[in-house]
């Protein structure tokens, strides 16, 4: 079995267009809370917090921190950043 970051990346990003607040920028916005108790999210991705990070490497997202934890980072902001041209 193929691990493949980019695809758990893309879907990542759907489901914080689903669950974000658009922004004037563009943005989307949600919190680490409501992206981990999500059921779907939750039945997608095995490893939340490790797409989290690949995604914001890529620089697809951007919260403040390095990892983020269950609990103690449920009010994190997770900012899905706008599409380049």
């Known amino acids: ?3 493949n970051i980019s695809e758990e ?3 990542l990003i759907k ?3 689903r669950l974000g607040v658009k922004q004037d920028d563009g943005s989307y ?3 680490f809370g ?3 108790h999500d059921s779907r999210i939750e039945q997608m991705f095995e490893s939340l917090v490790g797409i989290l ?3 914001k ?3 697809a997202i951007d919260f403040k921190g390095e990892m983020l934890f269950q609990g103690v980072h449920d009010k994190v902001e997770i900012r ?3 599409l380049k041209k």
């Open 1 to 3: 079995m193929t691990y």
């Open 9 to 11: 990346v893309e879907l």
């Open 15 to 17: 489901e914080l267009e």
């Open 29 to 31: 916005v949600t919190t």
């Open 34 to 36: 409501e992206v981990f």
């Open 53 to 55: 990070k690949a995604a």
């Open 57 to 59: 490497k890529q620089k």
């Open 80 to 82: 899905l950043l706008p």
